[in-house]
């Protein structure tokens, strides 16, 4: 993802804005909180019903959210800090890679975001609640990750995006307010079933291919060319994701040193 790309401004109608407006305003779910989010922190998630409450339609955006700027123009809320970086994670739960990563989060206190697929959840619901649990917020990553999803007729999308806010639904008791396409793919009819689902397309601005195990070293090295308000992203699942693992543990200490803020969207 080009700089250049990543900073466009999003174009959203006045129409749209109030209506992502409210449907924040009027948020049922607990979400986790960060100094920049005035959204209610999260209580002890405990399995819920199967089904998810029902989201009021949110704006249909030209393009997804790349950096912490564009999330800010789209979800109203205080400013972020000049610092600040969002970590977001993709492709899980994942019952080996999860926990190891929630356990180093935990020691720098780093709050994040976890794209979750729906059928990774699926026998790996305790995993899921311990994310959700530990604070981080969750976002919806499909139940399959198909990475053809744009091209799949609106009823596929559709059942792709609700199955998974079902199951991470039933599996946490967090209804994710954000969604992420499998392999940052979109198209117009992606995005418009999106926002009527009632959700916010997010995508990254720093991409260090760790899902391909390049090595340590280049994660790393791509990790720590991030700038303030970029999001960053890695994955805890999709396989064996020691190399993810070990870059963060040189990335999140070296970039709290730099004087970053980790938020979490």
Known sequence: MSSAHSRRRLLLGAAGLAATTAFLAGDPQPAATT??????GPKAPTPGPSRPPTLPPAATLSKPVFTLAGYREIVPGPAY??????LTIDDG?????TPKILNLLERYHVQATFCLIGNQVLGHEGTARSVA???HHLANHTYSHPTSLPKLAVPAIRKEIERAQDK??????????????????????MMKQVAQSGLIPVDWTDDPNDWKRPGTASITKKLLAARPGDILLCHDGGGDRSQTYAALQTVIPALIARGYTFVSL
């Open 35 to 40: 100094a920049h989010d005035a959204r209610p």
């Open 81 to 86: 800090a000049a610092d600040a970086v969002a």
């Open 93 to 97: 739960p994942h019952p080996v890679w």
């Open 133 to 135: 649990r530990a604070g």
């Open 168 to 189: 991470i639904y039933s599996a946490t008791a967090y209804a994710p307010r954000l969604f992420r396409s499998p392999g940052g793919s979109w198209s117009a009819a």
